[in-house]
């Protein structure tokens, strides 16, 4: 997994992913598809990992299917984010959404 938003704190970062931008959707953990996210957004799993949070960005169904793996019980928020807020806010995003 490579692809991640940096936030300006290390937790808090679903809170603050939505403060973003107004298109930013929270999504159900039970709910969430790759498949079924709008056009021009992607899935990003906002992953606690006790001391810091991580919010990865699923680029693609295998990503997506990494960060929703069924043994992976860490607490975790999904969020639709336009592409384009992803873009700014995760360095190198070029590399995975562009290739």
């Given at each position: 997994m490579g692809l991640y938003m940096e936030v300006e704190s290390n937790t808090g970062k679903a809170e603050l992913i939505k403060k973003l931008d107004d298109r930013v959707q929270p999504v159900c953990t039970h709910l969430v598809s790759f498949k079924k996210c709008p056009k021009g957004f992607l899935p990003v799993c906002v992953v606690d990992n006790v001391f810091f949070e991580a919010a990865g960005v699923a680029y693609s169904e295998d990503e997506f299917n990494e960060f929703n793996h069924y043994r992976d019980t860490r607490p975790k928020q999904w969020l639709?984010?336009?592409?384009?807020?992803?873009?700014?806010h995760a360095p190198g995003?070029?590399?995975?959404?562009d290739g």
């Open positions: 639709y984010v336009p592409i384009e807020v992803i873009r700014q995003a070029g590399a995975y959404l």
